[in-house]
Nanobody, 123 residues
Framework: QVQLVESGGGLVQAGGSLRLSCAAS????????VGWFRQAPGKEREFVTA????????YYADSVKGRFTISRDNAKNTVSLQMNSLKPEDTAAYYC????????????????WGQGTQVTVSS
């Protein structure tokens, strides 16, 4: 079993940037596809981005394409999410997730989850 811990959330003005990190323990993260999801108050959790186990393939929701970049460092057992040009609608709790299944935007197909980190973008 892999344990995930997110960090890097905070309060930022619109147009600003934040970098989230997801650190894994228990097992090597290089065996897992890793994704980021987010959940705003009163809304369902939604897919943001994911990266394949090798790091060769990435996936993005249309709402963040061109602004967010996911990357991984398997040697350090971490995955990062660089978020630029942030908008107030990006405000949410961001969750790191891992799975050995094929790519899916359905959170039910992701097996391991972190506790989340809050991102708040002020206008």
């Amino acid at each position: 079993q892999v344990q995930l811990v997110e960090s890097g959330g905070g309060l930022v003005q619109a147009g600003g940037s934040l970098r989230l990190s997801c650190a894994a323990s228990g097992r090597t993260l290089s065996n897992y596809r890793v994704g980021w999801f987010r959940q705003a108050p009163g809304k369902e959790r939604e897919f943001v981005t994911a990266i394949s186990a090798s790091g060769k393939t990435t996936y993005y929701a249309d709402s963040v394409k061109g602004r967010f970049t996911i990357s991984r460092d398997n040697a350090k057992n971490t995955v990062s999410l660089q978020m630029n040009s942030l908008k107030p609608e990006d405000t949410a709790a961001y969750y790191c997730a891992a799975t050995t299944r094929s790519q899916s935007t359905d959170d039910a197909r992701w097996d391991y989850w972190g506790q989340g980190t809050q991102v708040t973008v002020s206008s």
